[in-house]
């Protein structure tokens, strides 16, 4: 069975004279606290701090970036749990053995560094997983999850998380961030996040029966265009009084664009009749946006966006396992003519932060860096989902630097439901950023004095800026 | 003159700490065999074992790798022997010598790598090309050429090819493959590949002649798309019989959708009565290229695209020397749109095997690593063509490993024409590989144990996966 | 107090295999005059040479590439005395403080190197700038600048700069290149650039003055398009008769294509009534930009191309600052079939060059590399602008070198009206390609000697090559 032992250098830059550099910048930020400014641990969990489950329902099952490897590799989501309404305990660990048996097809992603790291790291464990270890490691995991220094709150304090943010609906009552805030043993901070993406596409199927119950839950008549506004600003400021500190926006493009009132009128009347047309829901949802922006311009909300992925590529596998199961596949996205109208009406306005996030790595350099290289309200959203891996944010910095900086970009996000693969994922992030910068010191374009200043500021500044914490 | 003498690390990575690593990794893979399941070698060569001809009419003229930048250079294809029907033995010869009096024009090209290992480990010439070296080179390969040890079988044996792939038409009679398979003399493998573009481009010049010629071949009545089909689907089933493993498509874009028979039975009879539109014959196309994915999820071909070239876009050197001479361009691709069709179709049917190639490499990250790693179908193609070098080589690793791990490529690709290039290029791959897996090594994201399998599985594992061989 | 002190070997690799063969490739380079054959130096600074102003009006206020980190950073244009006409010696030195005390947010940013290159090497300034030091520092400058070793004349020599070109209005009277012609004790050469632009924009207000006024200069009716084109010749000639050697074109997209003249004439009538539409515009403006191309294959000025910036991004700032202040954002660019129609026609003509530059860097590999690489009137433009920076630069030789070598490029171009930064800009240059090179060394893809060769070239044969110096 082979061992596994994580390397302390592992992830920093091989080249002799950089290496050393590296290592000491990494040190220098390795036990700061964690901040994550967006992310979809529940805030059940810390409110409750109930044991966890098994190792398969909290570390396997639910976390895409897994399973899609898997799946590839003909291991059927139902194997792994997805979508089962029941899976028993013998199940969940032949969910786990096929983890495992494929581990091999992990080589070279960042989930491997993750989940090694959290084997080793949270568990203590070291074998490297395998067929022959699969049930060892299963047990082994078990064993400790039933234990007290497993349960949610104490993990948060392990971790050294400072301030983590999760991701709701906008009817979500908060109940779970309330009881949390109203708990005097409590100390962390779990701030929400107001996700309305249902609620800005009128063409979708039930969009009516959201807005519908948007009006029920900021008792705001939501039958008009001005009611739909009136009821956002509602709920948005409820989210800002439990806390939240931003707003997140996942939609096919990055346009925002303004229509008169009278127009919005209109199409909004005409999709809350269901009546809508495709091309009219975007003119529209576009205008959504808008408000949004300015809405954030007003109560200061920080606004994120994570546009251009095509939900639920393959058809036939959300008909049976429903969304967020691995089949999200990004596209191309444009970020200059996109964002022109809400950055010339907002762009300077002392209270719009606005962060966005992409999957496609040309718009960086392109766009992104200039976007925010002038926009004082423009920070350049680190690296997201499939691109969160060491090389991609090294081409991350490499694309973004030279025009923008280190000061206009947002801080690492880890953007996890998996909340044990927090620390990892944090973790990783300073290795790559601390190997930037040790190669910019050993080409002398920095001092290492500047170098440990930059990477101090990239893991407590810049996300406290870009979020306003 | 100078030496031409190469370094046995050439192309190996120069950090210190990574360099013993890749050449303990790339020494493992040097000498296995090569698999070469997509390429442009003709079977006769192989059937017939005749001696070629001059070293310019196998080296040069035929290789628009090398010619297009001695055209960039101010040298006329003509005198390159590109379409000319007669060239005289000092024709020939003067155009060896234009090639290496602008040797140095391919400095950091990988046409020099090739090029330089033919010379040195083929024809042991120790001579770099210049205008001083050219008759001495030319002579020296010239007197190789009619000796028996370089004949095209001799070569097939020296070489440790495995497997190789011709192109043919859908028309073709195979005459030289199954001349090689009746040849009890003949170990080797050369499987057809079934290419059928121009029956697929309705509105182009000479589409209805060749589908009449299809119904010909096929004896089956090419009037009606029906059968149109039933001829394609026999013609499959020929290529297969005579040892096909995959088919090769290569269009304007890489959409693939299908639409209702009705419309294709419309579209087609307006084909073929020469009165398609442009934009009408671009949706049968892409219906066509659905019915050959059908036809692969049953009959088990593996699909190749490679898509989104602009095919002899210097007009009037397309009129003067025809296609294929070095004037095609690439253009910016799509795949996460155009793919859905198909994908939600067959994505995950066990017959189906989709190999998508791409000279716009922004796709791979953003779009080919998160289909390759989610569809147990999708295998990403290797860098391919103009992107079949060191350094672009390197990037596919560095953009794909992380998101796809290296299981879901598709074993390198050669798609030469250049028959004594072969040897190089596949070398050329296997230290770029090895050169990626020992700086994963160096920075400890993998042991030199996993990397020496890694490196094996490239070679050899995931072509024999992807083309089912 | 920070030291500033320049480290000999910045910038180039740290790999201890690599650093010294780039300190011997770039040691041979540093010294070579410069040639600058696009820039936005003005010709009446050589013309009159009178002593420049204070430290701001000559390095900070003028140069957008600058102000535009510090407009990110919250210091307001105006306060950096952009657009201001009137700016109190007060004002410039606390102008130049925030810039001082913002030095931070440069870090990594090419900025910094040039500025600091400046300081030292100029000035001979030892201080590291920051809110302590911006007064000594702004003192020491200006006490320098009032001093004959400063003047303009005296800093071209100093610079060693062999060719230096300006960007004029095609209705410029060239007065100043032609005072420089007529002065015996000028030995320079200031080239004057054809830049008309605004004169292909039928659309833009102002156009039909602007026409008007080409009418007037030229001596040519420019009612008709006829005459349209008659005096752009004209002023070609007038351009090339005064020394300049290229022309330079900065429009939306990059799309050159005719239309017959007919339909010329009657668009050019429609323009001139004040009645042509945008898509019109479109339209007549890439015939206009044929015009320029079939010009120039006759008349042999080279033709560059800045396509595809959003210009004055931010709506507000261009009202209130005008042009050019930093908030210009690049677009995706598309050059394959955008270059078709001019290349088919011009793209083997002995008279034309055609160098386009980009900051979309998907292009480089995907289109410019294989267009360089065919035709041989296309030269690959260098990094420019945001891109004009190490990294960006080193990815541009691993994008283009593989398929168009080193011969297919433009040269370095600094594109500057920050006059004094022309040295450290083509310092960069220079020490990023001896990087490059000594690291195909380091792989043993190029001897010593070959990149000793190549990197004379870039600096010298190429740029003499592609501008025909």
Redesign the interface.
Known sequence: MAHLEL?P???????????PLAREIYASVKDLPIISPHGHVPAQWLADDEPFGDPTSLLLTPDHYVN??L????VSLADLGVGQSTFTPEQARAAFRHLCTHW???????V??WFESELAEIFGIDLMPSADTADEIYDAIAAQLVTPAFRPRALYDRFGIEFIATTDDPCDDLASHAKLAADPTWTGTVAPTFRPDKYLEPAAAGWNDLIDRLGEVSGVDTGSYAGWLAAMENRRAFFKANGAVSTDHSHRDARIEPIDDAEADRLYALARAGRISAAEADTLRRNFMFAQARMAADDGLVMTLHPAV?RN?????FDTYGADV???????V?Y??AL?PV??AF??SPGFHLVPFT????VY???L????????S?FVGVPWW??D????MA?FR??I????????TSGFIDDTRAYLSIPARHDLSRRVDSGYLA??V?????TLD?AL??AHELVVGNPKRAFKL
């Not at 250098?9 to 290496?19: A, H």
């Not at 590529?313 to 596998?317: G, I």
């Open positions: 390397n250098d592992r992830v920093l830059p091989s080249d002799p004279t950089v290496r899609r490897l799946h590839a590799s003909g091999t097809v992990f080589r070279g992603t960042p491997r560094f095509y590529h393959h058809t036939p596998t691995g089949c999200d596949i990004p596209m191309a444009e200059t003519n022109q950055l010339a762009g300077t999957i496609d790595e040309t350099s392109r766009e860096a200039p976007l925010a290289g002038f926009y004082p423009v499939f691109i891996a060491p090389e991609a081409r490499g694309a630097t030279e025009t923008a900086g280190f000061t206009r190669k910019l050993g080409e002398h374009r920095l500047e200043e930059a």
